[in-house]
């Protein structure tokens, strides 16, 4: 019931681009696992890591981030499952002994699963001084999480889809586009990037990402006891005003007709997707001063091509190639150079280079390159 039911073990930087200085760093903690359990925890954080990594705009951001998992022994393994819950969503009955005693059934919300946000928090902190965000796994094999301050979810098979929404939430201050809670929107406009309840045009939120000829709203709710899930009226991706939105049915919109924050597994809508992007575009490297050098040199003869390789390059790396003949004297164009990449791993690139001798003698070269940014 409480950290004495547990321990910290050790940190590792599971997904490493840099100083944390200049970096988004994301804390992964281990809630509901024994010791002799933490290889399951780290298979969890590895199947978290690949989904977010699969998970426009992570991707194009992925040098941004770096992911640290921290292994939390609890005494006992699993999470709190009340039975009988509120709203009818019972649990298990299970009581564990964990270190942040996570619980279902939070606020009397079965599938609400937390732990303690400020032992979580402070947990992250000291693993991590300059943490942005924190994330805990918790170890139950039923559906649910929550967001707040930390994302919690537990290892039911959607899990990490879960994650990346309650992601959305504590990380990048989205509100759910699901329509559960109320008929009509009440309090105003949304502090959220993503809901608006501001139908003009000329003022609505995204109104730069709204073509002239999409319709506003874009689709209404015709009955507002009931959520809207008739198919979209124009093409997906399109950008205009969707009714239901921030678990209001009617007076709240948003940006296109589906988005992970209304279903998990969705792609982001272009507005989730720049609200993500502008929280994580200031930790991406910085171009530097080039660094060049000579990779290698050699000799090709008369119309010969020649491929070779050079491998393990930090995908986030920018980098040039270049052929240049050593012998003077061999005048028009001599060399031709093709650069064809490949991405060997989430993190590393494997440069193929293709050099041909388009002259009429042998020609000695350096094979150089240009880092435009590392860090
Ligand atoms: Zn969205």
Partial sequence: ????????????????????????????????????EMP?????????????????PFNELWCAINIYCVDVASDESGADDP?????????????????FDATYCTAGLGRLLAGNQALALATAQAAVPQVRATIGIVNSSRYGGAGGGVAWFSTHASASQIGIHELGHSAFHLTDEYTDARDNSTGGEPTAPNATTDTNRATT??????LPATPLPTMSNPNCANSDNRPSPVAAGTVGLFEGCDRSRCGAYRAEHDCYMRTLGTPFCSVCRRAIRNVLKPFMP??????????FSDTLAAAETRRWFTHSWPACWQVCW???????????PTLELRVRTERASRELVTYWLDITNRSAAAVEFDARYEILSRD
Wanted: include cysteine; hydrophobic fraction near 40%.
């Fill in 286 to 295: 910085q171009q530097v001063a080039p660094s060049v050098g000579v990779q």
């Fill in 322 to 332: 270049t052929a240049i003949p050593r012998n003077p004297g061999l005048s028009g």
């Fill in 205 to 210: 939120k995204w109104r730069d990402l709204i």
């Fill in 83 to 99: 039975n009988p819950c509120a709203d009818g969503d019972n649990g298990s009955g299970l009581s564990a002994r964990t270190y």
């Fill in 40 to 56: 399951q925890f780290r298979a969890a954080c590895a199947r978290f890591i690949d989904q977010l990594f699969a998970t426009p």
């Fill in 1 to 36: 019931m409480s950290a004495a039911d547990g321990r910290v073990l050790r940190t590792e930087k599971l997904v490493d681009h840099g100083d944390p200085a200049r970096r988004w760093n994301l804390v992964i903690l281990a809630e509901g696992f024994r010791e002799p």
